[in-house]
């Protein structure tokens, strides 16, 4: 099987593809029917994305207890929940791998995202909001499902390898389209400068695993 092929194409599924216009409005923009928002504080809107996909003039943005927007913290609660999968996923990676480089890669990106993790939950506990997963169990971009993550917790050698890739690639492209869009966003500058940090991290990490 391709790497194109595996995993039902996770950077063009279906369901995955018809989701990633939700994801954009879980980082609070108005006009978004249905979009997930984010748990704590009662959020005001901050942007609007027109039926043409570009955005109208912000309202101005409503500071949160914590110095965070909703926009931040949409973004951040996404990023915990894509970080904390693809943790998971790197971690099966010594046991179930054959490529001693791509276990070498998967060590040293798994830290990032632990040290990455960690700053993201710190800045939801600051604003004494609840690090509780809102979106666990759902079918986003930049994430496996479960049924997907079964394949991956069952395969070893070359095809947990073509697996551990796809995921992986995944996630960090959609990990650096959220971090440029909550970069054009009303977001504190804070979050701005750590999505920016965060994109930049994906793209380097991701030019490493096509590397390796």
């Given at each position: 099987m391709s790497q194109g092929a595996a995993m039902t194409d996770l950077a063009t599924g279906g369901p995955k593809k018809a989701l990633l216009a939700a994801l954009l409005c879980a980082l609070?923009?108005?006009?978004?029917?249905?979009?997930?928002?984010?748990?704590?504080?009662?959020?005001?809107?901050?942007?609007?994305?027109?039926?043409?996909?570009?955005?109208?003039?912000?309202?101005?943005?409503?500071?949160?207890?914590?110095?965070?927007?909703?926009?931040?913290?949409?973004?951040?609660?996404?990023?915990?929940?894509?970080?904390?999968?693809?943790?998971?996923?790197?971690?099966?990676?010594?046991?179930?791998?054959?490529?001693?480089?791509?276990?070498?890669?998967?060590?040293?990106?798994?830290?990032?995202?632990?040290?990455?993790?960690?700053?993201?939950?710190?800045?939801?506990?600051?604003?004494?909001?609840?690090?509780?997963?809102?979106?666990?169990?759902?079918?986003?971009?930049?994430?496996?499902?479960?049924?997907?993550?079964?394949a991956m917790e069952a395969a070893r050698g070359p095809h947990f390898d073509r697996l551990l890739r796809s995921a992986m690639l995944e996630h960090f492209t959609q990990t650096r389209k959220m971090a440029a869009s909550v970069r054009k966003a009303e977001a504190s500058g804070e979050v701005k400068k750590l999505a920016l940090a965060t994109g930049s991290s994906a793209a380097d990490s991701q030019r490493r695993l096509q590397s390796t």
């Open positions: 609070t923009v108005t006009g978004c029917a249905g979009a997930t928002q984010p748990s704590g504080p009662a959020a005001a809107p901050t942007a609007s994305i027109g039926s043409h996909g570009t955005e109208s003039s912000p309202e101005p943005a409503s500071v949160l207890p914590g110095g965070l927007t909703a926009t931040d913290i949409g973004w951040i609660q996404l990023m915990i929940a894509m970080d904390d999968q693809a943790r998971h996923i790197l971690l099966l990676a010594p046991e179930r791998s054959d490529s001693t480089d791509l276990k070498s890669w998967a060590a040293d990106t798994v830290e990032h995202h632990r040290a990455e993790l960690a700053t993201l939950q710190g800045l939801l506990a600051q604003a004494a909001i609840p690090d509780d997963n809102p979106h666990e169990g759902h079918d986003m971009p930049g994430m496996v499902n479960a049924q997907e993550l079964q």
